[in-house]
């Protein structure tokens, strides 16, 4: 399984992004799956997560209100929609993949990692 994560770049605080991660292999409609950031000096924080179905989505406090995940089985797409983006937006956006069906907000409980997308906000 390989994921491609793409669609970050520079944009002004307020702007809006959307990241998608593109999933090889044939079992991706059974993943649940997640996004998660690192921005410089800091750890790989979670941001948002969606179960196999899309009908279960998570978010960190941070992003509440302003991101969404969503998720498209048949073309084996994961979508990170940004909105409202603030400057502690500013990191490098990894898409996960774990065998569960369900969610998680914990990085240590995903199997597979894209190779990240950065997105950097400037005021």
């Known amino acids: 399984v390989q994921l491609q994560a793409s669609g970050g770049g520079l944009v002004q605080a307020g702007g809006f992004l959307r990241l998608s991660c593109a999933v090889s292999g044939r079992t991706f409609s059974n993943y649940g799956m997640g996004w998660f950031r690192q921005a410089p000096g800091k750890e790989r924080e979670f941001v948002a997560t969606i179960d196999w179905s899309g009908s279960t989505t998570y978010y960190s406090d941070s992003v509440k209100g302003r991101f969404t995940i969503s998720r498209d089985n048949a073309k084996k797409l994961v979508y990170l929609q940004m909105n409202s983006l603030k400057l502690e937006d500013t990191a490098v956006y990894y898409c996960?993949?774990?065998?569960?069906?369900?969610?998680?907000?914990?990085?240590?409980?995903?199997?597979?990692w894209g190779q990240g997308t950065q997105v950097t906000v400037s005021s």
């Open positions: 996960a993949g774990r065998i569960l069906s369900s969610g998680s907000s914990s990085r240590n409980e995903y199997h597979y």
